[in-house]
């Protein structure tokens, strides 16, 4: 008997990361040719994967991204909402905005079974604020860019105590 591995939804895609959120800015290069553009690696990187490393060019990321490691969760595919569906192949970042609060609402009532990927981030320290712990979950929505493409979406949330240590936070889904 033969067995056939379903098809790796987080490989064979180059993944650009956008955002016009201050709070993602720290996890991002500065805009340029090629910048914040990644693929997403498993481990072992033979049968069902473990965890997913992120992978990019040199000073194309930033170097926070170098030993994230993204866990796979979930069974259920995520199903585009009505607006994110209508996107076209470039989006404007107010047209992504609007589609990614349709689809973290989605993604959120429907969080443990949706097929998604979850890790934690050292968010890098700022001339504002210290170095944070981040916690990232990734969903992908399938044919979100102009009927086509997919598209991934990243949810982040800090742990804003003094120190990082608990006791509160703030969220921001861009």
Same mark, same amino acid.
Do not use: C, H
């Given at each position: 008997m033969t067995v056939t591995q379903p098809?790796?939804?987080? /490989?064979? /895609?180059?993944? $650009?990361l956008r955002s016009t959120s201050a709070s993602l800015k720290s996890l991002m290069v500065p805009d340029?040719?090629?910048?914040?553009?990644? =693929?997403? &690696? #498993?481990? +072992?990187? /033979?049968?069902?994967?473990?965890?997913? $490393?992120? =992978?990019? !060019? %040199?000073?194309?990321?930033?170097d926070c991204w170098k030993v994230c490691?993204?866990?796979?969760?979930? &069974? @259920? /595919?995520? @199903?585009? +909402?009505?607006? !994110?569906?209508?996107?076209? !192949?470039n989006p404007t970042d107010a047209e992504l905005q609007q589609a990614v609060a349709a689809i973290d609402g989605t993604a959120a009532r429907l969080l443990f079974t949706t097929k998604r990927l979850e890790g934690d981030i050292e968010v890098p320290a700022t001339s504002n604020q210290p170095a944070m712990l981040g916690s990232l979950i990734l969903y992908q929505v399938p044919k979100a860019l102009g009927n086509k493409q997919a598209m991934l979406v990243l949810s982040? %949330?800090?742990? !804003?105590? #003094?120190?990082?240590t608990g006791g509160g936070g703030s969220v921001d889904r861009p």
């Open positions: 098809a790796d939804i987080w /490989t064979d /895609t180059r993944w $650009e340029g040719d090629g910048t914040n553009i990644f =693929t997403l &690696n #498993p481990v +072992p990187n /033979t049968g069902n994967a473990v965890y997913y $490393e992120v =992978t990019f !060019a %040199a000073k194309k990321m930033a490691k993204l866990f796979p969760r979930g &069974n @259920q /595919t995520l @199903q585009p +909402p009505q607006l !994110a569906a209508a996107l076209g !192949a982040f %949330a800090t742990d !804003a105590s #003094p120190g990082g």
